[in-house]
């Protein structure tokens, strides 16, 4: 099955649980694909003792999930996207939805 994750936050606790779930769908063996959008291009900024999110992220990616970033939300926090979280735009999102199976939202 093609799992899609839209995130919208940063908030530790909630993109943690993203990804683990993310993690948790490619073990499965699913293809999953996350679209960061709004402050959640933000994600691997966040600090926190309890949720690492970076770490989350990184075993994500490490698994063979792909990681896009709305590129407007980056342009507008003065940032780039990089090779964890490649610059991507609403086509990319439509395009997601258009091929998933099934959407999950955070």
Not at 7 to 18: G, V
Not at 27 to 34: E, L, M
Not at 82 to 89: A, D, F, Q, Y
Request: some cysteine.
């Amino acid at each position: 099955m093609k799992i899609g994750i839209v995130l919208e936050t940063k908030e530790p606790e909630k993109a943690w649980n993203a990804f683990r779930f993310g993690v948790a769908s490619l073990k499965k063996g699913h293809n999953v694909s996350t679209f960061l959008m709004g402050e959640a291009v933000e994600c691997e900024d966040v600090t926190d003792e309890k949720y690492n999110v970076l770490e989350q992220m990184k075993l994500f990616d490490a698994s063979g999930g792909e990681i896009i970033a709305c590129g407007t939300c980056l342009k507008s926090r003065q940032k780039e996207g990089n090779e964890l979280c490649p610059l991507s735009t609403m086509n990319d999102l439509v395009e997601l939805v258009e091929t998933s199976d099934k959407i999950v939202s955070f």
